[in-house]
Each structure stands twice: as C-alpha cells, then as structure tokens.
C-alpha cells in the first residue's frame, strides 16, 4: 500500500472518530446508553417477590387442608399457603399450570382441568413438593367445578356438559362418559347416586350417577335466574342465583325439585358456601350470612363482610376463606361466632406500588390505595407478609430509623408508629398548620418541610408525643430535600444549596451552586450528594466534603427519566427507571458509569438493604435481586 493512500485511510478514521465524539456530546440522549456488558456481567433473575408471581392473576378457588390453604388462580398456579395463628400469608410451594377455574381435594390429591395438559391429578401429600402425577386429556379441558364420589371425577364444563372419568388409578385417569346438558354446567354437588348441576342460565339440572358409563339427566327446575355455584346439604340445595340473590330448592325427591325460597335482597352472588345452619353467600358487595334452620324462610343475620367482587368462599369450622378479584385477593376470617366474621390476614396478589421504604429488616410497599404492606425480608428470598393496614387515606412518603417509622398522609399529617416485628402500632399522630412538602427521618429526628420553606425538627418525647425542637425559613419554591450530620440541603430553581444546622453540628453557613433545573430528590452518598434533575433526565453529582463550599464533580444521564435512586455500597448507585433498573459506577465520580441495566417492567422507585435491591413494580409488587449475583468485576 502507498503511503498516500494510509494517510487517506487515516485522516478518514480520525473524521469519523471526531464525527461520534462531536454527535456524543450534542445528543446525548439521542439513543439508549447500551453498553456491551459481557456474559459475566448480565442481570440476575429475582432472588425473590411479592406477591409470589405465580398468583398474579384472579384467585377462582380454595380449599383448607391439613391446616395449609390451596389455591387456584386462573392463568397462574396451584398455590399452597402456611396460614399463621394470626392470619399471615406465607407460599409453600406453586405448581404452574394452564387455565383452570376451580378444582376439588381429597386425600392426598388435587384434581382439575389444565387447558394444556387436559385432566389433572396433583400430589399434594408433601405441601412442598408439589407433583404432577397422572392425566388425561377430555374433548374441552375448560371445566368450571369438580366432584368427586368413590372412585369418579364428575367434571363440569360449558362446553361439554358433564364428563365422568375413571380416578381408581391416580396415575392412569380415564374418561368413562360425557354427558350434554341444556346449559352452561358451572359446578356440580353431589348426594347419593345424584349430581345437582348449577347450569347458569339452563337452570338447576338433576342427573342420575348410579350407572357412571352411562349417566341420565332426569330432572329440571328452569327459569330460576342466573345459576353461579350451588352446595347441596341434607334435602336441599342452595343456589348463588345473580340477580335473584339466594334460593333454596326442596331435592328430597331428586325427581321433582322444588324452589322454596327466594332472597332477591342479596348482592348479585356469585358464590356460596355452608356451615350449617349458616349459609355464606358471596357476591358483588361481600358476604351476606343466613340462617337456614327453617329452609322455608331464611333469615339474614349479617352483612359484615363488606368486599367487592367476592368471586369464591371456602368455609370450615373455625374459619372462613375468601377471594376476591380487585386485588385484596385472599382473605381469612375467624369464625369464633359464626354470624360475626373477624378478619385476621389478608394476602395480596395484586398490587399497584408507587413506592417503598426499607428499615429493621422490614419492607412497607405503599401506592395509589390507603393500604400499606408490611413485608418481612429477615429471609429475602422468601419475603412474606406479615401485615396489610389500611390507614384511611393513600400515604405519601414512609420513612423510619431503627425505633420508629414515620407515616405521611393527607397534605399536613405525620403519624409515628412503633418497628417492633414488622407490626404496624400507631402511637401518636401530629397535624402541621401548612401542607408538607416533605418529610426526612436522621437517627435523631423528624425534620417535616412544608411548602412555605418552614423547617421543622421533631423529636419522640417522653409520654409518645412529636414535638418540634427547632425550626428554620429557608426559600419558597423547594424542590427537593436531603440532611445529613446537621447539614440541610435543598434545590431550588436553578440551584443547589446547603444550610448548616449549628445546634446540631452543621458546619455550612449558607452555600449554594447552580444546577440546570429543580431538582426532585436528593441522596446523600458517602461525601457526595447526588441531585436528580427531572428536565434534563440526569444526575447532578457535588462534593460535599467541605458542607460550606459544594463542589459540581460531574453529571450523569441515565438510559431513561430516573424515578427513585438508592446507594448500593460505597461504589454503586441503583437508578429506578421506566424500562427497569440501571446500577451506576461511582469508584471515580468524576467518570460516573454505567455497569448494569436490567430492561424489564417499570421500576417506579428502588430500595437497597443489605446488599439486596429492593425494586418497587408497577401492578407487580417488589422484586428483590441481590447484588453479589451482579458479578460486577471491582
């Protein structure tokens, strides 16, 4: 090659390198900043979540055995939960499957329709060790309920009626027969050689078992309303109707029966359940008690369960298990007095978090909604809740040290909880004169900001009382706050600014340093403070050092919009964004970048306790990866 022509070869490969600088720096933002990360350095899988992911979806059906709860959830899993004496919720084992709406328990095994995988039958002997153990495949594997007499499975289904099947041999099932019914079959009870089939709009269906090869429908009571679910209990059978409320029909003689009662008063039901004399129906605004003594004119005895969309019930003698589809999914009742329900758990499946707060080995997910769960993380791979309270109003901020948590609801109220074993125990409650803007928490204080710029310290004070001890006007217009060791620092437009606290050790007079914008939070991270800049979609990073005079370090842009920031350790920051999670290098600050992005759902805030990452999900709960699995080579 001659030289002109390397000199050529040259001076194009110094323009196109000085072309991407140059295109660098004027659109920085112009594509995501994907880095090749190198196998060793992918995003590990969750270590653990909650909810279990498997109940993610609509809980159709429940059932207690051996004190353990077992549920389906359509699209998600067999479930097997530890129910504590206090109600709490803790995931035994899930076996993913297909689509199902319900199933039925005896013994040793679970048995239901898989829309893949046809007829199932589950081992369910060991809770821990769920195992598939035999199958079959039916013409139409959607089945709405299942009963089970001697050695049959009486399966019911929209599509193809009734379907018996063989179960003897739990690893060989097999289909006897198939029945069509003049309606949609959506569970079935059984008494004696009969089968009392609810057929939703076709009315109550009466089918003859005795010969199981060869079964016969032999009665009819039609036009008795929308048919949901039915149990039979001696000479009667009990009906969730829809619109018609609850009804009782008369089956002595399964050949002729009879409706001989009819509430239209009750909620549209969709379910029901019996410890007789007290029948439980659930529907669209809870549960409605009757007493059944006389069959021929029930009596309501209470409505206390006041829940929407009560989609199934599952009653023993001390309590009564619930579900619903708007998120409070599982529910568990004490049935001490059997007319007067006391709720003592709940279990969330699905749950819309804006953020979290992390202390003591406790996690609080808090959104939209007035509730607050209280997660235990003593195990991160296995959180479970320990508690879910409702405190009236959607909280706005959750903070807390090792003593006391901090609770901000409303535009001007704080309320003080004791952290003693992830219980939420109120012990007093402050109301401030002006809206908050803000609420810190040091090892010694409260310090609530109001939209005035009025700073306010407080301190828990002998008989359980939120007293102020100081407070400062700094300016109106505060986007941000942080303290750290008696030093406040704030963003307003266009600034950053320091305020030293002398009664409490603070070394800044008053310092303040330009930034592009308002900041929306701020982090304190080793002597650095990072401020995050919502116009620009970047962080500002200050050396804070010397309090009294902030140095700018450098600036960093995220791959997306930051919404929650946390530190990892002394070198990393974790970034919650729209499209996941991102970890940041801060060895040298004045180089921040990239190591890891996780491109997965949106990341509405993140936590870090421990080494663990805590990422707050949108509709999805918290999801906990540990950061040694980062395999981040230091």
């Known amino acids: 090659m001659s ?4 000199r ?76 504590g004496f206090d109600g709490g919720f803790s995931v035994i084992d899930t076996l993913p499957i297909g689509q199902s709406d319900s199933f039925s328990i005896r013994g040793d095994f679970a048995y239901y329709g898989d829309v893949w995988e046809g007829f199932v039958i589950v081992d369910i002997s060991n809770p821990e060790n769920l195992r598939l153990v035999g199958k079959c495949q039916i013409d139409y594997p959607f089945h709405e309920g299942i009963g089970l007499v001697n050695d049959f499975a009486y399966v019911s289904s929209c599509e193809s009626g009734l379907t018996i099947i063989d179960i003897e041999n739990p690893d060989k099932p097999a289909v006897l027969s198939c029945l069509s019914l003049p309606g949609c079959a959506v569970n079935i009870s059984i008494k004696g050689n009969f089968g009392y089939v609810a057929l939703m709009d ?6 003859d078992l005795s010969t199981p090869d060869s079964p016969v429908e032999i009665a009819n009571v039609p036009n008795i309303g929308h048919i949901n679910d039915l149990v039979v209990h001696g000479d009667y059978a009990y009906l969730a109707s829809g619109e018609n409320g609850f009804q009782i029909v008369d089956i002595k003689d399964p050949r002729k029966p009879q409706v001989i009662s009819k509430d239209q008063g009750a909620p549209f039901s969709l379910c029901i359940a019996i410890r007789y004399p007290w029948v439980y129906l659930g529907g669209r605004d809870g549960v409605t008690i009757y007493d059944v003594n006389n069959p021929f004119a029930p009596i309501v005895k209470s409505k206390t369960i006041r829940l929407k969309a009560v989609r199934c019930l599952h009653v023993t003698n001390e309590r009564i298990y619930l579900a619903t589809n708007n998120g409070e999914v599982l529910h568990v009742y004490n049935l001490e007095t059997p007319y007067n329900p006391v709720l003592v758990g709940k279990y969330f499946t699905w749950v819309d978090i804006r953020d979290i707060a992390i202390f003591k080995k406790t996690c609080y997910l808090y959104g939209p909604s007035s509730v607050v769960h209280i997660i235990d993380i003593q195990e991160p791979s296995l959180p479970s809740l320990l508690e879910s309270v409702d405190v009236g109003t959607p909280p706005r901020k959750i903070v807390g040290n090792d003593k006391y948590g901090f609770l901000w609801i409303g535009d001007n109220s704080v309320s ?11 012990i007093c409650e402050k109301t401030f004169v002006a809206p908050l803007l803000d609420i810190l928490v040091s090892e010694d204080f409260l310090i609530a900001v109001n939209r005035y710029g009025i700073v306010d310290f407080l301190k828990i004070r ?22 750290h060791e008696g030093n406040l620092y704030f963003s307003s437009q266009g600034y950053f600014n320091v305020i030293g606290i002398p009664d409490f050790g603070g070394e800044a007079d008053c ?23 919502g116009e620009r979609e970047c962080l500002e990073i200050f050396d804070i050092s010397n309090p009294g005079n902030p140095i700018w370090v450098s600036r960093y842009f995220p791959s997306y919009k930051p919404n929650g920031v946390a530190a990892l350790d002394s070198k990393f920051l974790v970034v919650s964004t729209d499209f996941g999670e991102e970890v940041i290098d801060l060895v040298d600050p004045r180089m921040p970048s990239r190591a890891l992005f996780n491109l997965n759902s949106v990341s509405l805030n993140v936590a870090t306790h421990d080494g663990y990452i805590y990422s707050a999900k949108k509709n999805d709960g918290v999801f906990i990866y540990k950061f040694d699995h980062l395999r981040v080579p230091f």
């Not at 030289?3 to 390397?6: A, N, S, T, V």
């Not at 076709?202 to 089918?207: D, E, W």
């Not at 002998?462 to 303290?483: C, R």
């Open 3 to 6: 030289i002109p022509r390397i």
């Open 511 to 533: 310092a303040k340093r330009p930034i592009d914008g308002m900041a929306e939070f701020i982090l304190i991270f080793n002597k650095y403070a990072i401020a995050t800049v």
């Open 462 to 483: 002998e008989g359980e009382s939120l007293e102020v001890v100081k407070s400062l006007q700094i300016d109106q217009g505060i986007g941000a706050v942080g303290y």
């Open 202 to 207: 076709g009315g109550l269906g009466v089918v």
């Open 416 to 426: 003080v909880f004791k952290i003693e074993g992830g219980r939420f125990e109120k």
């Open 8 to 83: 050529e070869q040259k001076s194009n490969w110094i323009f196109l390198f000085s072309f991407t600088i140059l295109f660098s720096l004027i659109f920085p933002k112009s594509m995501p900043q994907f880095n090749v990360l190198g196998q060793e350095r992918e995003w590990p899988e969750p270590i653990g979540s909650w909810p279990n992911p498997a109940l993610l979806g609509e809980v159709v059906c429940l059932k207690e055995v051996n004190g353990n709860l077992v549920a389906l959830v359509n699209a998600g899993g067999l479930t097997v939960f530890k129910i």
